[in-house]
């Protein structure tokens, strides 16, 4: 009998199954999700902070361009939405 062992490694986690060749039948399986450091913690919402104060000068940016530039305001518009729901994306995370 002859046996596939299949890996699958991720960045917080690693799986694996075994098959059974002949009968394409799954033998054993299980995974493994390690848990992020405090300190990970810490520089995941140290970036979260810098990309919502770099969206916030965009917003304000591109508001005042809409303001100064009535010929694309429709462009500077879409580029202020978009900041804008960008901005409630990341705030829920």
Do not use: C, H, Y
Not at 79 to 86: A, G, K, W, Y
């Amino acid at each position: 009998m002859s046996r596939i062992l299949g890996l699958d490694f991720g960045s917080k986690s690693i799986g694996w199954a075994i098959i059974d060749n002949e009968t394409n039948s799954l033998l054993n399986s299980g995974m493994r999700v390690f848990k992020t450091s405090p300190k990970q913690r810490v520089i995941k919402k140290k970036k979260n902070q810098k990309a919502f104060i770099s969206l916030n000068i965009i917003s304000i940016t591109s508001l005042i361009l809409v303001v100064l530039n009535f010929e694309n305001w429709q462009f500077w518009l879409n580029i202020t939405l978009t900041s804008v729901i960008t901005k409630i994306t990341l705030s829920n995370q």
